[in-house]
């Protein structure tokens, strides 16, 4: 094997010895196990990179733990879109990490960074792996790792969230494991491959059954991605996390959307009989409220991280109007504007942050306070998060949803789709606009009591300003680099639908 060949676990192996590590000598040593996770996050982010790079030939490459041969044994997969998916973990990962130790927020607790490098693990398993056993197994370490996570800091707005999120997460994975006991019961497999080869012949008598299977399986997913009606778990669950933390869960919705992405063309494809394309009718429908949903709760915020939740809601949806097109062009616009939307969707969480730092007893609140600490370059930073997650030029949600609005012009029910991502967008515009103005805009006289009640400090850091900037320069490049992307996203695409090379990549010839 290839030393690039063999780069493909170096994502997976990177946070397993990482967080053990961070674990064993975070109590005697902080700044050690601090540097370890550090070090960890920029590994990932270098190794991803060379894959993305390496990935950019056309070649699916493989990696069969053990030396075990698919469909036998576990194999990791990598082609354009598990690229494109672990360049985005890591580098959001970065940007969350800094954030986290500049400001000390990693401090609450101390099990922040390895549950973190655990997290990432997760991540990049899921993004990797070429069967459907092991994305369930990467589904729950990421999920495990969540829960501590999200309760990071503590509090009891915190805790009542997360028993709300433990629940449902325990729920979507036991629907999980029926729809897998399903389709290995109908299939004989659980390799992603040889799944979508075996489901063509599958008799009369089982596709009724094989339907049930792959609608429970779609549906799991579209839990993992927060999509109407089964959104109601995220905002509240983000909105209370660690900021740090909810920069880092705005890519947890696209584990499900990548799920769909990666599980329907392979799986339940052309030669899936009555399962072909099994979401088709429903996903539509399902993303287009669910876009107008979200951002209707950026609308209606009391609080910037509430209209970060929701916004992160809201982009699903706007995502899924793409992918739900099912063609090369709509999942390439789908895959740009999936890069985007995480991206701005953690700017917003750690705006939101940056401003409860300054403002004390108001927080983030959507409401008027004292004048704060460095508020106009805050505002700048606000209205760049804000027009990147709405998709106001000239940062990349412009591009990414003229993308999508071209795309579907030639799908069925185009108008729909276009009237629910042009009002969500409005909708989003005049939520943001309006927050914006109460917090940057509208003053109340400080208190006597002095700056703990909101009046100016003296002086404030503005290391937690770093992980935002950082955020909002990608957006920029990505925007900048549009030519460079959309390619990489349209021979992506292509690939993802290609499912017979697929299987010739991870099968060879068995």
């Known amino acids: ?19 053990p590590l961070a674990l064993l000598v975070m109590r005697r040593r902080r700044a050690l196990g601090i540097g370890i996770s550090l070090v960890s996050a920029a590994a990932m982010l270098l190794a991803a990179l060379a894959l993305l790079w390496a990935a950019s030939d056309g070649t699916i490459r493989t990696y069969e733990l053990g030396d075990w041969p698919a469909p036998f044994g576990i194999v990791l ?100 494991l029926i729809a897998l006991g399903l389709l290995y019961a109908l299939t004989g497999t659980l390799n992603m491959a040889d799944m979508g080869l075996r489901v063509a012949e599958i008799g009369t008598d089982d596709q009724g059954l094989l339907r049930v299977a792959a609608l429970l399986l779609v549906t799991v997913f579209a839990l993992k991605a927060a999509l109407v009606p089964l959104h109601l778990w995220l905002p509240r669950t983000y909105a209370v996390s660690t900021p740090a ?25 052309e030669g899936a009989g009555a399962a072909a394309w099994v979401p088709a009718p429903y996903l539509l429908p399902a993303a287009i409220v669910t876009a107008i949903v979200g951002f209707g709760g950026v609308f209606v915020a009391r609080s910037l991280s509430e209209q970060a939740a929701y916004a992160v809601i809201g982009s699903t949806g706007t995502l899924l109007i793409a992918v739900a097109g099912w063609q090369q062009d709509t999942l390439s616009a789908a895959l740009y504007y999936l890069v985007h939307s995480t991206l701005a969707g953690a700017a917003l969480f750690l705006v939101a942050d940056v401003v409860a730092h300054r ?9 008027p306070a004292p004048p704060f600490a460095q508020r106009q370059f805050i505002a700048l930073l606000f209205m760049a998060a804000a027009i990147a997650a709405t ?21 069925p029910f185009w108008g729909w789709s276009w009237t629910a991502i042009l009002f969500s967008t409005l909708i989003g515009v ?81």
């Open 1 to 19: 094997m290839s030393l690039i060949t063999h780069l493909a676990i170096a994502p997976v192996v990177i946070p397993a010895l990482a967080a």
């Open 77 to 176: 997969v990598v082609d354009r879109l598990s690229a494109i998916m672990i360049t985005l973990a890591a580098s959001l990962s970065v940007i969350a990490m800094l954030h986290a130790v500049l400001t000390r927020a990693d401090r609450k607790g101390w099990h922040f960074h390895p549950l973190f490098q655990f997290q990432m693990m997760g991540l990049n398993g899921a993004f990797l792996t070429g069967d459907l056993f092991n994305l369930f197994v990467f589904f729950e370490v990421l999920l495990i790792a969540s829960y501590g996570l999200m309760l990071h800091g503590q509090g009891p707005a915190r805790l009542k969230a997360g028993v709300q999120y433990v629940i449902v997460n325990i729920v979507g994975s036991s629907l999980f």
């Open 245 to 269: 933390v909810a920069a880092l869960f705005a890519i947890m919705t696209k584990v499900g959307v990548y799920s769909i992405i990666r599980v329907v063309p392979q799986v339940f494809g």
């Open 359 to 367: 403002r004390v007893s108001s927080v983030d609140n959507a409401s």
């Open 391 to 411: 998709g106001l030029p000239p940062l990349s949600g412009f591009i990414g949803k003229l993308l999508i609005l071209e795309s579907v012009a030639d799908v």
């Open 430 to 510: 005049i939520g943001f606009a309006r927050t914006g103005s109460m917090v940057f805009w509208k003053e109340t006289a400080p208190s006597k009591t002095g700056p703990l009640d909101g009046a100016m400090p003296t002086r404030v850091s503005r290391a937690d300003m770093v992980a935002p900037i950082i955020a909002i320069m990608l957006l920029a490049a990505l925007s900048a680099g549009a030519g460079w992307a959309t390619n990489y996203s349209t021979e992506a695409a292509a690939q993802l639908l290609d499912s017979a090379a697929t299987a010739r990549a991870v099968l060879g010839g068995r």
